[in-house]
């Protein structure tokens, strides 16, 4: 199947930092990746959906200027968390829509965010 | 979008088989039927996608009956390996939107 990369896999940064997490189509090419969150024992939490050469939609409660998200190029899509503090700790996902099957998506390994 | 519904955890031993059953009583005319299964610590893995009556891969089978209001997925001969957190997700349009999930734990 489809390989989608994340990086870093794991970051630990101070209050008030910012941090970029890449998300990566390997062998393929993705015009739409799709962010999600997810904190301990709970399930996954869609924030946004990235569309290449366009803005994000944001779902309803994600401050968009908090998470900012840029997708350059049909591989690459990148979410910052800006000012970041530590109820923003958790484990951040993306995905990347295949181009076979109905809606298959293929997701990243994660990235775990500690804020201190 | 509604979720779906499924149950919060279940126990099995190695080599028997697992069934969960996945309700999405609104689903809509072109909702297909997805499940994905996670690890801890890492992002969800496809397992298996239906509309409607059976489908079978390497890893499991998926039973649809005709008014599609449910599923069930089944897995033969759980190992080990395969304790982890399953999800039903109804595919609609461009969003997978992910319900509290199945925490399956297969003893030994």
């Known amino acids: 199947g489809a390989v989608v990369s994340q990086h870093p896999s794991r970051v630990i940064c101070k209050s008030g930092t910012s941090v970029k997490i890449e998300c990566r189509s390997l062998?393929?090419?993705?015009?739409?990746m799709f962010w999600y969150r997810q904190f301990p024992k709970q399930s996954l939490m869609l924030m946004a959906t990235?569309?290449?050469?366009?803005?994000?939609?944001?779902e309803q409660g994600v401050e968009k200027d908090k998470f900012l998200i840029n997708h350059a190029s049909l591989t690459l899509s990148t979410l910052t968390v800006t000012s970041a503090h530590p109820e923003d700790s958790s484990f951040y996902i993306c995905?990347?829509?295949?181009?076979?099957?109905?809606?298959?998506?293929?997701f990243g390994p994660g990235t775990r965010l500690t804020v201190l | 979008l509604a979720k779906t519904t499924q149950p919060i955890s279940m126990d099995s031993y190695e080599g028997q088989e697992v069934n969960i059953t996945c309700s999405h009583n609104?689903?809509?005319?072109?909702?297909?039927i997805t499940w994905y299964q996670q690890f801890p610590s890492q992002g969800p893995r496809f397992i298996i996608q239906?509309?409607?009556t059976k489908v079978t891969n390497e890893v499991a089978s998926l039973f649809i009956p005709a008014d599609r209001k449910s599923s069930t997925l089944s897995l033969p001969r759980v190992s080990l390996s395969d304790t982890a957190v399953y999800y039903c997700?109804?595919?609609?349009?461009?969003?997978?939107?992910f319900g509290g999930g199945t925490r399956v734990l297969v003893k030994p």
């Open positions: 995905s990347a829509r295949g181009t076979g099957g109905y809606n298959e998506q293929f």
């Open positions: 062998d393929f090419q993705a015009t739409t």
């Open positions: 990235s569309n290449e050469g366009s803005k994000a939609t944001y």
């Open positions: 609104n689903i809509a005319t072109n909702d297909y």
């Open positions: 239906g509309y409607k």
């Open positions: 997700l109804k595919a609609a349009g461009n969003k997978l939107t």
